[in-house]
């Protein structure tokens, strides 16, 4: 296998042909039963790597009564325990600020990024030269395999701060040999610029999330200027689901008129583009020797049989600083493994990772998913371009409301296009979903956009709970 060692020492230099489809041909299209091989020898390694530079793994390991030689096959790997975020934060309080899974002295951390911690402490991430080198390599080479190419313009269109992604893609697109242009977003007026400066530049790539690329069309109209005119071929988004649900992805693409790659695992887990599609495949393949992937049974942490659902499993194959050895997600997503378009031969997710354990909600019996209702709403015709989920509770039963704006057209067309619309939206909703959905079309602009990722929830059974609660009804 091309450059296959540990710690990884890539060549800064090398590139494939120009006309050369993958990166490293034999990684990428090998025999998946030879690569699995190779993956448990390098699991072995990473594993006494950790237990030698990391009390969090030696000691949760040794609980456990496992030591990295047990491990002989992937079999055997899924009884090592999973690591879970909750932990990572507590052994960052205990051990501040990196945590005593730190695999290299502080000295050596290169690159700090991290959570926003608004739901509690936040969790650091330290990366070192060396790791930051790696991830741009890995980067680099899927970014290869999405289509792009040595002196593209990149255009990076997400918020440089905390969040990885933004930083991950542009390390790629300037490993890669791209023209990187950082343009961010989240400052007022930014999307405006954004218009003007795409059609000034016309990049070949665009890296944003779902919800912000629907945005910056939203606005180009209102600039009076057709998104095609940007020129873009690839669009990669993370962040968020979108770019492998067909309602969603297909919409963009056709709005921009360029390929969509949908990509993006957990910042933890950087390189996070370890799942992406590819110029020809759709979805997320899983580039298992990068990151090995398990989708498994959120009970038991084993892996479910191709084409059943679960949550992935990560564990880095090439990280040092903060290595993650089997960190369990919390998101859902259903694998296969099937003949790729692209030749590679890796698993697939053919539908991305669509939601989070606890981002599903249940409503009289039915799970539902929130990109499932985007999905539907956006290739709506008359959608003005955002929605709200509202779950009440004003009886026994369970209601599911959605509020969905108009666009221009139908609003200003009258109440019979209003409650045509209203109808469409509330039928498509229903066969989608198998529920009945109270629809209200609301007027464009009522609801806030967004430069990031979309929240469009309210779950307001809480609060009827808690009303419950102190009227001594539950």
């Known amino acids: ?87 990572l934060r507590a052994s960052q309080n205990a051990h501040p600020p990196f945590g005593d899974y730190l695999c290299v002295p502080h000295t050596e951390v290169y690159h700090i990024h991290g959570t926003s911690g608004t739901s509690g402490r936040p969790t650091v991430f330290g990366l070192s030269r060396e790791d930051w080198e790696t991830i741009a390599n890995n980067h680099a080479r899927i970014m290869w395999g999405m289509g792009l190419r040595p002196g593209d313009t990149v255009f990076v269109a997400a918020i440089f701060s905390l969040y990885m992604g933004s930083w991950g893609a542009l390390t790629g697109a300037e490993r890669l040999g791209c023209k990187a242009f950082p343009f961010g977003a989240g400052a007022p007026g930014m999307t405006a610029r954004a218009v003007t400066w795409l059609r000034l530049i016309r990049p070949a790539g665009f890296y944003s999330t779902p919800s912000y690329a629907l945005r910056l069309a939203e606005v180009a109209r209102e600039e009076g200027v057709d998104p095609r005119e940007f020129g873009l071929r690839v669009m990669f988004f993370s962040g968020e689901p979108g770019g492998s649900i067909p309602g969603i992805r297909d919409h963009i693409a056709a709005t921009f008129g360029a390929r969509v790659v949908d990509c993006g695992t957990m910042a933890e887990v950087t390189p996070w583009m370890h799942g992406a599609g590819s110029a020809e495949t759709d979805g997320m393949l899983l580039w298992q020797d990068i990151v090995y992937t398990e989708i498994c049974d959120p009970q038991t942490a084993r892996r479910v049989t191709y084409g059943a659902q679960g949550t992935p499993i ?149 609060l009827y709970r808690s009303l419950q609660a102190r009227a001594g009804g539950g």
């Open 1 to 87: 296998m091309e450059q296959w060692q540990f710690p990884p020492r890539y060549d800064a230099h090398y590139f494939p042909a120009p006309g050369e489809r993958y990166w490293f041909p034999e990684r990428e299209t090998m025999a998946p039963g030879q690569r699995d091989e190779a993956i448990v020898a390098r699991l072995r390694e990473v594993m006494r790597y950790a237990w030698r530079h990391a009390p969090f793994y030696r000691q949760k390991w040794s609980e456990a009564g496992i030591q990295p030689d047990d491990i002989r096959s992937l079999a055997d790997f899924e009884h090592v325990p999973v690591v879970t975020k909750d932990e």
């Open 314 to 462: 990560y564990t880095t194959l090439e990280r040092t600083s903060q290595p993650m050895i089997r960190l369990f997600s919390g998101d859902l997503t259903h694998w296969t493994m099937e003949t790729n378009p692209c030749g590679r031969t890796y698993p697939r997710l053919p539908q991305g990772i669509y939601g989070r354990i606890d981002d599903m909600f249940q409503v009289r019996g039915e799970n539902v998913y929130p990109s499932e209702i985007a999905a539907v709403l956006t290739q709506l015709e008359g959608y003005g371009g955002e929605h709200r989920i509202v779950i009440t509770r004003e009886g026994v039963m369970d209601e599911l409301a959605v509020q969905v704006e108009m666009d221009r057209t139908v609003e200003t067309s009258g109440e019979a296009a209003q409650e045509r619309f209203r109808q469409s939206a509330a039928e498509a909703l229903a066969r989608m979903l198998g529920l009945r959905v109270a629809v209200t079309a609301v007027p464009t602009g009522t609801f806030d956009r967004t430069d990031f990722k979309a929240r469009r929830v309210v779950d307001d059974r809480d």
